[in-house]
C-alpha cells in the first residue's frame, strides 16, 4: 500500500502497472529509490551556484558573480522547513547552512564595496550584522561607507556604537585595524 501511494504522489499520471520512473522494486517487496535517474534537489542547486559563484569571483567577472550570489541567498534565505529545525539529525546541516550563508553574505558584501555599489554593500552589511552582531568586516564596511556618502556622523556613531558592543557584550577591545580606523574618522579633512 505505500509502495502504490509513493507511486501516486511522485508520478499521478502513472498508469496501473507501468513501471515508475523513480521507483524499483524486488520480488520480495523491497523497494528503494532509483539513484541513476534523473533528480533535482535544492542541494544540488546550492552547490551549483556555489560553484559558479566562486569561479566567476575567482576570474574577476564581478556582474556573474554577483547575480550567482544573490540567486544563492535567496536559497538560503528559505531557510529548513519548520519540522526540521530543531531535530539533532539536521543539525550539522545546519551548521553547514549558516556558514554558507555567512559566507555568500560576505563575499557578496566584497563584491558590491569592489564594484562602488555603496546601497547594495551597505544591504549586505547591515544583514551580516543582524545575524553576527560582532562582524568587523560588517560593521567596518558600514563605517566607511557612511565616510563614503559623505556621512562622518554616521560613520562615527556606528563605529563608536560597535566598539562599546565589542566591550560591553564579549569584553574585548578594539583592533587595531579599528583603533586605526577610529583615528581616521575622528581627524578633521
Do not use: K, N
Amino acid at each position: 500500500m505505500t509502495q502504490h501511494s509513493l507511486r501516486r504522489v511522485l508520478e499521478p499520471e502513472l498508469a496501473s502497472r507501468q513501471p515508475s520512473r523513480f521507483i524499483r522494486s524486488d520480488p520480495s517487496g523491497r523497494y528503494w529509490f532509483d539513484p541513476s535517474d534523473c533528480w533535482w534537489t535544492d542541494v544540488d542547486d546550492v552547490a551549483q551556484l556555489s560553484r559558479t559563484a566562486c569561479a566567476a569571483r575567482r576570474a574577476g567577472e564581478s556582474a556573474a558573480a554577483i547575480a550567482a550570489y544573490e540567486r544563492l541567498l535567496a536559497y538560503y534565505d528559505q531557510g529548513f522547513l519548520p519540522e526540521e529545525m530543531y531535530q539533532d539529525a539536521f543539525a550539522p546541516f545546519r551548521t553547514t547552512h549558516e556558514r554558507g550563508h555567512e559566507e555568500a553574505l560576505i563575499q557578496l558584501l566584497r563584491l558590491h564595496r569592489q564594484a562602488g555599489h555603496l546601497y547594495e554593500a551597505l544591504t549586505c552589511a547591515t544583514r551580516i550584522l543582524d545575524g553576527d552582531p560582532y562582524s568587523e568586516e560588517a560593521a567596518t564596511s558600514v563605517v566607511e561607507i557612511h565616510l563614503e556618502q559623505g556621512s562622518l556622523t554616521g560613520a562615527i556613531s556606528q563605529l563608536e556604537q560597535f566598539i562599546r558592543t565589542l566591550h560591553e557584550d564579549l569584553g574585548v577591545s578594539p583592533s587595531p585595524e579599528l583603533l586605526s580606523l577610529r583615528e581616521r574618522v575622528r581627524t578633521p579633512r
